[in-house]
Each structure stands twice: as C-alpha cells, then as structure tokens.
C-alpha cells in the first residue's frame, strides 16, 4: 500500500530531536514517507543551539520543486524558514508547484532552549505570503504574542489572538498552551465556521520537552495527508505528542528529545 507523502520545509538538528529529523521521525511513526527540503544547518545538543548556517534560498527553492514535481505530496509541512528571503522563496515555490496541497506552517521564531530562529523581516514575509497559503498555523503562546503584538494573559486574550490570526489569512489556527503556567495543558483550535476547540492534557513536569511543536506539526499534517478531518488531525498529533513526552527516553543534559518509535 503506497504511504501518504509529506514534505517538510525546515531546519537541521544535529541532535536529532527537532527540526528535519525529528519530522522524519514523526512521519515515518504515523506510516507517511518523508520529503525534505532543508533551510539550515544547525550545530545544536539538548542545551542549546551553538550555530546555524542558513541554506541559499535558491536551492531551498529548488528542494521544493524537485520533491513536488516528482513525487508529489499529499501534505507539507514548514518549520524553521530562518530569513526573508528563505520564507519568500519557500512561499513562492509553494505557490507555484503545491496548489490544493494542505500546508501546515510552524511560525518558528525561538528554539526550546530560547535561540532565536526568526527575525522581523522573516516574521513579515510569513505573515503577508506564508499565512494566507497555510491550511493551519500552529504558534505557541510567545510565537503568537509575537505575531500579534499584545500579552496573551487569559482565556480571552487566546481568544483575541485566534481571531487575530485569522484574519492573516490561514483557514485555521492552533494556539499551544505548552508555554501556560496552569496544571492542565490547553491546544485551542480556531477556523471560521466553527466554535473553537480545546485539546487538553494534564502538563508532564520534565525537561524532555525539544521539538514538540515540530512533532505536532508534522503529526497534524500527516494527519491531512492521511484524509483525516482538520480537528481528527489535531486530536491524534496531540495524543501522539503527549505519549511521546511521557515516554521520553531521558538523553542529554538539557531539554531532552521525545520518543518518536511507533506508538
């Protein structure tokens, strides 16, 4: 039985927990078979990301064409684009080889262990080329607090913040609570034609926490590829990265990886 195919358009991780190989992992856990196009190499370990060599945007450009062109892609995922003229490239490329493909954008801006990923001109060019192609964008709370430019302090302001998102143009929007301060874990999904909807998990207390936006992106749009409803999609990827977290296999001396084997 062919396998779904998902491309990802991110960000290499030498330590293996986020970024490319952790979506290779995801995708290949969830039975999709994995395509990438790589916008940077990064020198990184569990404590901290050391250096980062940003690909030319040619040749992420390039990447995108010869997966789609070829194989083809039942989904797509973006991560970590790192500059302007990555972004635009990647958007332009997208707009050009992958219509009717569902996109599934993480807004990197900052690593787990607090580098930044994403500058002004990068967050710009996502909002007015990127956004408006995406099936669903997936910020965590400093992610979103960033794109929409006030605090995100209550269940009313994640509220304001959904409909703020909305209106650059995606079809939905998944704000992550794994950043809040309460005892439970709250995913809220907003689209236009429906309620929001909430995701809830009692929060892990551990450092084993790097590349969980990565995972749930990539989870989600193997989901899409798969045929799976938009909130299906987003339920499985939640509980795919919860029991990932919970069994963690413990590594290195920071914010460790998730367990990606099959579930």
């Known amino acids: 039985m062919t396998?779904?195919?998902?491309?990802?358009?991110?960000?290499?991780?030498?330590?293996?927990?986020?970024?490319?190989?952790?979506?290779?992992?995801?995708?290949?856990?969830?039975?999709a078979y994995a395509m990438t196009a790589i916008t940077a190499i990064t020198a990184q370990d569990t404590t901290g990301v050391g250096a980062v060599q940003l690909a030319d945007s040619g040749i992420v450009a390039e990447q995108i064409e010869r997966c789609l062109t070829d194989i083809g892609a039942d989904a797509i995922k973006t991560g970590m684009l790192g500059s302007a003229?990555?972004?635009?490239a990647a958007a332009q490329a997208l707009a050009r080889y992958a219509g009717g493909i569902p996109l599934v954008v993480d807004p990197v801006m900052v690593s787990t262990s607090g580098a930044a990923l994403a500058d002004a001109?990068?967050?710009?060019?996502?909002?007015?080329?990127?956004?408006?192609?995406?099936?669903?964008?997936t910020p965590n709370l400093p992610e979103a607090e960033k794109l929409c430019g006030f605090p995100l302090r209550s269940p009313e302001d994640i509220a304001h913040a959904g409909e703020t998102l909305l209106s650059l143009g995606p079809q939905a929007v998944l704000i992550k609570g794994g950043h809040g301060a309460s005892d439970m874990l709250v995913d809220t999904l907003f689209t236009m034609d429906a309620p929001p909807s909430h995701f809830r998990a009692p929060r892990i207390v551990t450092n084993n926490t790097h590349g969980t936006g990565c995972t749930l992106s990539t989870a989600i749009a193997c989901g899409l590829g798969q045929g799976l409803p938009l909130a299906e999609a987003v339920a499985r990827a939640h509980a795919f990265v919860q029991h990932a977290i919970r069994t963690a296999p413990g590594l290195g001396k920071g914010h460790g990886p998730l367990n990606h084997l099959p579930q």
């Open 85 to 88: 003229a990555i972004a635009r």
């Open 3 to 31: 396998p779904v195919r998902i491309l990802s358009v991110a960000g290499s991780d030498s330590s293996g927990g986020a970024g490319i190989q952790a979506d290779i992992k995801t995708a290949s856990a969830l039975g």
């Open 121 to 137: 001109g990068t967050v710009e060019v996502l909002k007015a080329d990127v956004f408006p192609r995406a099936t669903l964008i």
